[in-house]
């Protein structure tokens, strides 16, 4: 018994260490290469070789194409948004994936394989991009979906870490669709006099702005913010330098998206040769400037004042926004309706801007609303006056705010609507009310009374106007 044991016994021992020295040896050859990298995935297309594929409607990839090329930007700042950005040496190309947080396993620098077989080429308004099926929902504009959550791993396959990419530096003016989703570099530029000082986008609100960049021959180029990403409420520089992104188009226009605020360094002085440095003027010095034709308004200059007109009775132009400091008032002309309330404390950056009259009244022409902040709210205190003080100082006191005691009002059939005659025991001066004010139908009240209004002239006749009927007490 004990001869048929041991040899069964030996055997069974030679078993074990062939299995065990068997799996050693098999493990050592199935550990990764030190990249990280499979190495059975062989590249056959380069990036720009795969966008030609794309001839204007969405194509689907039938063949075994497989791409490589390192990750030049992700959605660890909110700024791309379920996209990665892959360029190898010939381009780059935009990949649309149903996940968040991408930037765990592919951040930026990671070399990253792509199978392609299955996939579908499109483009978003001219931009090209890769998807996972062919979106129809608009037969008129096919596109491309984003790769399913799931699925990812069937086509992307990540491989080392760390491999950096110099971006290209290229100016405005040369950029096209060879440059499109690569990472570009723009030297000697500067955001303009507008978008300067601003936020990158509204992190309030959660919106996207686009911010213009210019060179000093005037190209210009749109860099385009996320409401969502982390530096949406970062501060744009005021001067001259450089900005790092990945080039990419919508329609004609040329846009940049940066990957973070970081990407822009600017510390030289302007194209103008100007600083950038915006500092204070006061109103009175703006309207000193005007002699009768347009003037460009000061750069490198705010203003800081309060809002006096009322939005929302009509009584004033919407586009119009009356605005008043300590030295005096002015007009700021909109091309569309403002939302800025009475009592509003303002911050207008008046670069950019034009000093100009109309119907004998000065305004500021050409102001964007993102030059414009509003840091408070405490309503003017009317100068008291009678109305032969008014008549006596009108074009020093247009468009600032003033109370008269002791008026009565008459003509017009009692409304409000047109020229009525507000009198005192000084003089008389004519109460305007549009038409298009909410109260422009009401009867005006009898007896003598207390009217707050804005001195406002039309052509050569002096006016005031009321913004609502509680001016009048």
């Known amino acids: 018994m004990r001869n048929v044991i041991r040899p069964m016994f030996f055997a069974l021992m030679a078993v074990f260490f062939t299995s065990v020295t068997t799996s050693c ?37 039938t063949d075994d194409v497989i791409i490589a090329g390192v990750i030049v930007a992700d959605d660890k700042t909110g700024n791309f948004y379920k996209n990665l950005v892959l360029q190898d040496e010939t381009g780059g190309i935009l990949i649309r994936l149903d996940r968040s947080d991408l930037y765990v396993k592919y951040p930026i620098g990671r070399r990253v394989f792509v199978k392609c077989k299955g996939l579908w080429l499109g483009d978003y308004n001219n931009l090209i991009q890769l998807g996972g099926s062919l979106d129809n929902s608009d037969p008129t504009d096919l596109g491309v ?108 226009t040329k846009q940049l998206i940066i990957r973070d605020y970081t990407d822009v360094v600017m510390e030289g002085d302007r194209c103008d040769g100007s600083t950038g440095v915006v500092t204070p003027i006061d109103i009175s010095s703006i309207r000193a400037l005007y002699s009768g034709t347009d003037v460009d308004a000061p750069v490198d200059k705010k203003i800081t004042a309060t809002v006096i007109s009322d939005k929302t009775s009509g009584s004033v132009d919407t586009k119009n926004l009356i605005i008043q400091d300590a030295t005096g008032g002015i007009i700021v002309r909109f091309s569309a309706a403002h939302s800025y309330n009475v009592g509003d404390v303002v911050e207008i950056n008046i670069t950019g801007g034009t000093i ?38 009108f074009e020093a006191w247009e468009s600032t705010l003033v109370s008269v005691a002791s008026v009565t009002l008459s003509g017009n059939s009692g409304k409000y609507s047109g020229s009525v005659t507000a009198t005192d025991a000084t003089g008389n001066i004519i109460l305007y009310t549009r038409s298009a004010a909410s109260f422009s139908g009401e009867n005006y009240p009898t007896g003598t009374r207390t009217l707050t209004g804005i001195v406002t002239p039309f052509n050569t006749t002096k006016e005031l106007v009321i913004r609502t009927t509680a001016d009048i007490e």
């Open 25 to 61: 040896i098999q493990n050592k050859f199935d550990e990764p290469p030190a990249n990280g990298e499979d190495p059975s995935l062989t590249v056959t297309t380069t990036i720009a070789q795969l966008k030609e594929l794309f001839s204007g409607d969405p194509v689907q990839i």
């Open 145 to 252: 979906n984003a790769i399913a959550d799931g699925l990812i791993e069937n086509y992307l396959y990540p491989g080392q870490f760390n491999v950096s990419v110099t971006p290209e530096v290229v100016s405005i003016a040369e950029l096209g669709n060879a440059y499109q989703n690569k990472l570009i570099k723009l030297e000697n530029v500067e955001f303009s006099n507008v978008d300067r000082g601003q936020p990158y986008a509204d992190a309030i609100n959660q919106q996207s702005v686009n911010r213009i960049v210019t060179d000093c021959d005037g190209n210009e180029i749109t860099v385009r913010t996320s409401g969502f990403a982390n530096f949406a409420s970062e501060i744009t520089p005021i001067k001259n330098g450089t900005i790092i992104g990945v080039y990419s188009v919508f329609g004609a």
């Open 356 to 393: 100009t009259e109309f119907g004998g009244a000065l305004q500021l022409e050409g102001i964007a609303a993102s030059a414009i902040t509003v840091t408070g709210n405490t309503p003017v205190t009317p100068r008291t006056a009678t109305i032969a003080e008014i008549n006596a100082n």
